[in-house]
């Protein structure tokens, strides 16, 4: 579905991703972990069109991509949930999920969105006439993905969507983004989380300083010692847990 | 319905008011008709679009030439003089897009004033069109062989024009432009994720913002009947600022009661002679201070407190634009 070949972004004279190649194939989710400035949200921005690559190409669906902007990205149906929500304030929860339809004409198809977003995030239905900025951390997040799902994506790029959510949150978001990818929705999600990112995922991809550093089935990446100690914070044989690590070591 | 009467009222009061007023009074009210059709100009631009401008006068001052040019120079009627005025000043607005697409903030509002300088420095230096320093007198209005010679006959087209536009913003704040000019101020970024294209939008919003301006422009003309370059200076821009900040930023009514406020004002004044700028800079301050939504979020602090804070306070704003 996603293709990008040696795709290559800078910052004026900064290169900050090297030749990134990687493929989505329709239906799956891809995880792209990484650490704090590995070009993760980079990466994402690229795809979306926010920025353009100085090499490389991107296609999707066989066309290509990576000189169009960003609306017509958006029309073709990439939908980024940006990272730090980047809700409007203040506007209402309804208004929100609204302007995320803006590309959207027929106003059947609309309701229909609106109604599928609120059996989804029924709490979003309770708060729909209240202001965006005034909702807690958690139910912003969802506001932000709602108000993605309402342009009907066919790719969804979701950058950090855990970001500063507490562990409960964290696993219900996850539940719902496992529901979404289950009707279709195919996923690009970038993450610091890896542990759940790759409890979802199909593929994972591992970015270290701008470059594709390792790159696999999920259960591959969770198996590889580097991975687990690097990225899920599971050592083996360490001196401080009794019974020598595990595999159930939290991230 | 209750609405309806209120509304309905209103207008009569309105159009009835040439018998209870002096022409003197009228001539003010026009003038404040001009600042409000302005104000609401800027207003599409800055306090919903968030694009900062303070040279807005050059706007003015393009509408206000071609509105007198037009039917001078090139027997243009004057029915469409005042539109085909807006249209060129919205055309000129397009020249501010330029910057627009690359800076933010302060640096915008510096090439808006950079924009607003260069138009005050052609027109005395075009002799041949504008007459230069002397400035022109401008033709009297005419209209199905009405000449619109007195206060009273220009304060209907003041007033027509007035409601049209405000019917106009009124709509263009409510339908998908309005959407995406307040979704460009809040979240550019996200903005332009959910597929609002910048470029055209913004365009939207600068040409919009400049037709409505040079509308007021050519307004001016035929209120003033003389118009000479010195008058579209930075004063003239920061006066319109002014007005769009203290009445309410991305509020319609807070563009009329700012215009007509500040219009007012140092009329008020001219009984305090020597404290008039004291006075005036001081009812600013206070205005700021004790009512930082704007006039307007004053009144709505009372009347419906719980919208309040959809109205982008204009120091926060103002703050954040410099702040980038």
Known sequence: MLRLEGVSTYYGP????????????EGAVVAVLGANGAGKT???????????????????????????????????????????????????????????????RDHRGIKESLERVFAHFPVLMDRRGQLAGTLS???????????????RPRLLLLD?????????LVRELFTILRTLNGEGTTMVLAEQNSHMALTIARYGYILETGRIGLAGKSEELRANKKVKQLYLGIRERSPMTPRGGGESGGA | MR?????????????????????????ILNMAGVYLVATLGLNLLTGYTGQLSIGHAGFLAIGAYAGALLPAKLAVPFWLSIPLAGIISGLAGFILLIPALRLTAIYLAIATLGFGAAVAEILPRWTAVTGGYQGM???????????????????????IIVILMILLARNIVGSKLGRAFVAIRDQERAAQALGISLTKYKASAFFISAFYTGIAGALYSFVVG????????????????????????????????????????????????????????AALVLVVIFAPYGIWGFVRRWTMPDKLQRLPRPLRAVVEFVRG
């Not at chain 1, 912003?140 to 993905?145: D, F, G, H, P, T």
């Not at chain 1, 950090?160 to 409960?168: A, K, M």
């Not at chain 2, 700012?258 to 002679?273: C, D, I, K, Y």
Request: charged share 15%; with cysteine.
């Open chain 1, 14 to 25: 900064i290169q900050a991703l090297k030749e990134i190649t990687l493929e989505v194939e």
């Open chain 1, 42 to 104: 980079t990466l994402m921005n690229t795809i979306s069109g926010l920025l353009h690559p100085r090499g490389g190409q991107i296609t999707f669906e066989g066309r290509r991509i990576d000189r169009l902007p960003t609306e017509r990205i958006v029309r073709l149906g990439i939908i980024q949930v940006p990272e730090g929500r980047q809700l409007f304030p203040d506007l209402t929860v309804a208004e929100n999920l609204r302007m995320g339809a803006f590309v959207q």
């Open chain 1, 137 to 151: 951390g958690g139910e912003q997040q969802m506001l932000a993905i709602a108000r993605a799902l309402m342009a």
């Open chain 1, 160 to 168: 950090e969507p855990s970001l500063g959510l507490s562990p409960i």
């Open chain 2, 3 to 27: 609405r309806f009467i209120l509304w309905s009222g209103a207008l009569c009061l309105l159009a009835l008011a040439p018998l209870f007023l002096r022409s003197y009074t009228l001539y």
């Open chain 2, 137 to 159: 007198k401008v033709p009297k209005a005419a209209f199905l062989g009405l000449t619109l010679d007195s206060d009273v006959k220009l304060y209907y087209l003041a007033l």
């Open chain 2, 226 to 281: 003389y118009i000479s370059p010195g008058e579209f200076d930075l004063a003239k821009s920061l006066l319109i600022f002014m007005m769009m900040a203290l009445g309410g930023m991305g509020s319609i009514p807070g563009s009329v009661v700012g215009a007509v406020f500040l219009t007012f004002l140092p009329h008020w004044l001219s009984g305090f002679r020597g404290l008039q700028q004291f006075i005036y800079g």
